[in-house]
């Protein structure tokens, strides 16, 4: 089945790391996503990763992935405030292109 | 480059009324068109995916009599909502595909409908 689940609310200070967890279900998924979607707007691409990837880097943010436990996290570097927003994993198959989503985490950054 | 466009942002409508929601792919050629309903502090929904020039695939459970979708073009999907009910109030979201940004989809702004 397809199933893909995150904890639903993370707070942090500015300035700290944040961390942001993902686990999957269907190990035949071959991209990972992170999108990020401020209040009343669409979902903006973050970050991706291909399945056969353990880390990747893009300025503050940090995805890795552990492919034996089906386990994604997305790390944002030094937390502004302007990082508050619900931030959603997402998987897919080449093959569909249907993304199947997570149930979003809130991240709230305190000053 | 990949801007994806919905409008409008917000409609309300009567109960019993259609009301029709556009998206189009402004620098790109969008092969494949995604629509998505999200209700609040909730996950996006996958509704139906359409591919230009073909009848739309819907997901289980979502009516295609009640939500049609047309992707007559490379630029432009449109989902209509027909005899729109209260429970059909959401924050519907399209988003697109395109052969030059591979496996990546881009998402529009989203619409909100309300319907009284």
């Known amino acids: 089945g397809e199933d893909v689940e995150q904890s639903l609310f993370l707070s942090v200070r500015e300035g700290d790391s944040s961390v942001i967890n993902c686990t999957y279900t269907?190990?035949?998924?071959?991209?990972l996503y992170w999108y990020k979607q401020e209040p009343g707007a669409g979902l903006q691409l973050l970050t991706y990763?291909?399945?056969?990837?353990d880390m990747k880097q893009d300025q503050r943010l940090t995805v890795l992935l552990n492919k034996k436990d089906k386990h994604l996290s997305l790390r944002i570097a030094d937390t502004q405030t302007g990082d508050s927003a619900i931030y959603f994993c997402a998987e897919t198959k080449s093959n569909t292109g249907k993304l199947i989503f997570g149930q979003g985490t809130t991240l709230q950054v305190k000053p | 480059g990949a801007v994806v466009s919905q409008h409008p942002s917000r409609v309300i409508c009567k109960s019993g009324t259609s009301v029709k929601i556009e998206c189009r792919s402004l620098?790109?050629?969008?092969?494949?068109m995604f629509w998505y309903r999200q209700f609040p502090k909730q996950s996006l929904m996958l509704m139906a995916t359409?591919?230009?020039?073909?009848?739309?695939?819907?997901e289980q459970g979502v009516e295609k009599d009640k939500f049609l979708i047309n992707h007559a073009s490379l630029t432009l999907s449109t989902l209509t909502v027909t005899s729109a009910h209260p429970e059909d109030s959401s924050f519907y979201i399209c988003?697109?595909?395109?052969?030059?940004?591979?496996?990546?989809?881009?998402f529009g702004p989203g619409t909100r409908l309300t319907v009284t």
């Open positions: 269907d190990s035949s998924s071959t991209y």
């Open positions: 988003s697109a595909r395109g052969v030059e940004f591979g496996y990546e989809q881009y």
């Open positions: 620098d790109f050629q969008a092969t494949t």
């Open positions: 990763i291909f399945s056969n990837m």
């Open positions: 359409s591919n230009e020039g073909s009848k739309a695939t819907y």
